[in-house]
């Protein structure tokens, strides 16, 4: 308990300088509480409740539209906790209203919570933990035999729960969180360390059940890990579709941080060739490609690309501008051939 106390003592004591009121870790509750249980939530989108224009200097959309639509909808300015509280009131009356929507998409969620798909909440970590080692790339999906291999193990350990009882607390404490707010593969991998000792634990109790031919116990258990790989390969809202655009379009956008303009351009043009209508929080894609591209030279290629951006946003001076400067490196060589 003193450890825990020690960690987040600092933040409470920052969020009370700051703030001005005592919030232990973070006022962003009551949003993404909102998020996991509204009308429209399906259980695994981090999705803002609108949304909200934003310019050069980027801020989490969630929280500007959350702050925008609280202050709103009370008539003032609210603080931190308050505009959670806000969003708390939202959920609860939802919630109170569609009792049975709710324990309906509560469901959704504890299915969604043992499928073999790591859920992306805009990073997709398979993809990155791939990208930065390819040799994964030769490895099976290990969520696909460690979610129902585990979870049969925290069923024949039950009988020892005592002795087991932080493995069972952190799973159980993990998937309330889940359940609560909506599943995330950033959320659940917090759990899979306790799953793994568990899948260990159903492996060597299998072994041992087959050596010693008992097969009673053996057949419920491999019927056990039968069942939950089959609703691990369920593809809810199409998750198992998911492509890969976001995640190379922000390797592309930490490469240019680097200085390395080739691979930048190359990674963002492979995720708009994926999704040319590509969202990015931090800035239009296709601007980004353009201003890649007018640095590396090409510029007929980066007036394509802005060329693009202007007609997914025509009022935007800034890319008007640009534009124009592109074409006007274009046209220097031949006003420079006829001078």
């Avoid at 925008?68 to 300015?77: F, H, T, V, Y």
């Avoid at 991998?189 to 260990?200: D, E, N, Q, S």
Wanted: aromatic content about 10%; some cysteine; overall charge neutral.
């Amino acid at each position: 308990i003193l450890g825990v106390v020690l960690c987040i003592a600092p933040v409470s004591i920052r969020n009370l300088a700051v703030e001005g009121e005592w919030v232990t870790i973070s006022s962003h509750g009551g949003i993404n509480f909102f998020i996991g249980n509204n009308p429209t939530s399906d259980g695994h989108t981090a999705a803002a409740p609108m949304k909200i224009q934003y310019g050069e200097h980027y801020e989490d959309n969630v929280l500007i539209s959350a702050k925008q639509i609280a202050e709103s909808a009370e008539g003032r300015a609210l603080s931190g906790s308050e505009i959670s509280r806000f969003w708390y009131r939202e959920s609860y009356r939802y919630i109170l209203s569609n009792p049975l929507d709710w324990l309906k998409l509560i469901a959704k969620k504890l299915v969604l919570s043992v499928n073999a798909t790591e859920i992306t909440n805009y990073r997709d970590m398979l993809f990155f933990a791939k990208t930065a080692a390819p040799v994964l790339n030769l490895l099976f999906n290990s969520t696909l035999f460690i979610i129902p291999l585990g979870v049969t193990g925290m069923v024949i350990a039950w009988p020892k729960r005592k002795e087991w009882g932080a493995l069972y607390a952190l799973c159980w404490a993990t998937l309330a969180v889940l359940l609560i707010f909506f599943v995330t593969a950033r959320y659940r991998v917090i759990m899979m360390p306790a799953l793994l000792i568990f899948t260990g634990l159903s492996l060597f109790a299998m072994e041992r059940w087959l050596r010693n031919r008992k097969f009673t116990p053996l057949g419920i258990s491999i019927l056990s890990v039968a069942a939950l790989l089959a609703v691990g390969q369920l593809n809810i809202d199409g998750i198992k579709d998911l492509k890969p655009e976001g995640s190379l379009n922000l390797i592309g956008k930490l490469y240019i941080k680097k200085g390395n303009l080739k691979e930048a351009e190359a990674y963002i043009s492979k995720a708009l060739e994926i999704n040319p209508d590509l969202e990015d929080p931090y800035g239009d894609a296709w601007v980004n490609l353009g201003r890649l591209r007018f640095h590396l030279g090409n510029y007929d290629e980066a007036l394509t690309a802005y060329e693009t951006a202007l007609k997914r946003n025509p009022s935007s001076q800034e890319i008007q501008q640009e534009t124009e400067l592109v074409r006007k490196k274009i046209h220097e060589p031949a006003q420079t051939k006829t001078d």
